[in-house]
């Protein structure tokens, strides 16, 4: 069983703290929920949704459909309306959010004292919070007669707080950045973390992404453990001195959130664009590695692999994700594996951004110059040597399958999705670089690569990594600024298997 | 040992022999530990000559790689080396900054009023009129003072030396015991490319001067716009105020 729940108004209408409210209830009646969020590039007005979709198996996408709409303004009935069927449930009229809430709650027949709860816990206009959920429960009859199952104590986070949260377990010293959309999510976290004193790192903002990745650099040349994040324009200010961690061998943690570009792109919307900067921006040649989850569990991962690996081999990790996977919400039964984060073992040193000499001074000698860069390729062999130890990438679906779906970053929950009703294997890489040989898995069969994007990075980085041709019209690619949904996967699949 | 074994390759008779020379001669007098961090262009080879920790760094970012150290370690002493296109070019965004946050470290630029390393093309302090393989028809437009700049950025320590041993180890002794950013620029003439023609002689040490009068540190400012060949040009401290030090704050 699937449901889908569309909340929609205009900005500061709340959307969010309604869905907020309505995923928590069904997670504790044992449901899995995830919703996507869909907002403009203003502050009050517009259309902003939410499209949540629960259900009693695991569940990390949206597919077509409406089955609950819930329009806090007339535009949003406007807007949705073509996407609802007749069984299709609409709350409309002129209510407020908390109305909603209470009225949502007995279609679905769930415990009203949940709801009160939740109210409490919010803290802020409790008295008329719970009168207008009151009335919004009493004019609605249950429609939905949803089962209480087992509480399956579900976490429920976006990308942002688990990136966050794994920051502050592998030891975080000092974040830095400058806010750019969907990267901020970051920077509230870790700033709010500060202040309920979850923890003794400090999240210090700088005048721009240029002062802040040198800043960076400043204190991690110190030994503490740092951490920097930005969106594509942020990371494109920030090149220079990634090159910098290059020759230097300083260590340093990169979130790159994309959005789609070029320029200011469509800024509040989602998009997979930007690999390649992450595995070749910078100038000259050094090593680095480039990290790619697919859902909150696996940023989690993901983010302390790239504080164990940056620290360890002094060398810039940079943790890709997206606005899909930093602003979606997914419901988890796992509990992320963190790989445990020893202390620093850069100290403060003679650095130097020239090729420098055995005395830390710039130097022009062809013999120190070969020998530098013959460390840092050592270093990248090191390097690939150790990940293979790690999981670099995961395989789902049917095992002996014909069909390889091969996917990167936050296109993964509309793929597992899609899994059941099409016959393939899927294969997630999260380490783009070093790049894991899946060659094997790949051998005679019919390979088919996502991407949300319009010129395939993934299949250029298949190509040149294991000498494989993806053909044309096996890549499926979606480039307006919008996350797939399963059902996108599985009529583009079975067009092509 | 204060020196690195790294020979100078700054011309015979550089001005920058004499900031170096001061730099020791300040050094020799401390007990703390102190990094040093420096940008891009000559004055640059500090880094190589002067045995310390630190990172010679990329052009122009000299100030957020220091500030990123205090922050990490507040009790380390830091004093960054830039150059004039370092600090009023390619960085000036963060100079502004520094003067804001006012991180505690000592920041010295060696304003030659040229890029000498590159072979002489004009930065943003180098006068009209001056004439280089890039600027056929000379420089056009004014130069910034670096003085008054500081003065309304908020700066609490703004000093301006010339580049001689003396001054440039008095100087330093005094902004190390400042709380907060010290701001120092030094007259230095670039001997190939931006010589000085009469501008040493007609400088004098600041006297019976409330250096926390804004208004009158401003007068001071104004008195050498480092274009034309009048006036005096004053040197020392023209402002110091306590102000709360940003990795304090934080």
New interface residues.
Partial sequence: MRYNVLIGGQAGQGPNILSDLIAKALISNGYYVFYSRDYQSLIRGGHNFNFLSFSDSPIASNSKGIDLLIALDENTINLHKKNCNKKSIILDGNHPNMYHAGAIFKILNMDFKILDNELKELKRRYNENIKEATEGYKSQKTKINLKQLKNKNLSFMNGSQAISQAAINSGL??Y?AYPMTPATGVLTELAQAMKNKKSTH?T?Q???E???I???????????KVMVGTSGGGFDLMT??LS?TGV?GIPLVIYLSQRPGPGTGVPTYTAQGDMNIALKAGHGEFPRIVLAPGDPDEAMTLTSEAFYFSQKYRIPAIIIGDKHLAESKYSSDKSPILIESKNSITK???????EK?K????TDEPEIIIQKIKERLQKKQELKKETKKFETYNIYGTKNSKNVIIAWGSTKGAIIDALPDIDAKFIQIMYLEPFPDISKELKNKNIIVIENNATSPLSDLISEQLQMKIDNKNKILKYDSREFSSDDIVNEVKKRT | MIRTKTKPTWCPGCFNFQILAGVEQYLKRQKEQHAIVTGIGCHAKMFDYINLPGLNTLHGRVIPTCIGMKIADPKLNVIGFSGDGDAYAEGISHLIHAARYNSNFTYLVHDNQVFALTVSQPTPTTEPGFIDKTTPFGVKTPPINPIKLMLSAGCSFVARVYADVKQISNILEKAKKHKGFSFIEVIQPCIIFHPDIGVKERTYMIKNHDTSNLSAAMKLAEEFNYTDGKGKIPLGIFYQIKKPVFEELL
């Fill in positions: 010293d000092f830095y400090k210090i700088m005048e721009n240029i002062a802040v040198n800043t960076a650099i400043g204190s991690s040349m110190i030994g503490k220079e001195a910098l230097a403060l040193e003679r650095f130097n951004s020239y000499d005395e830390g001074s710039a």
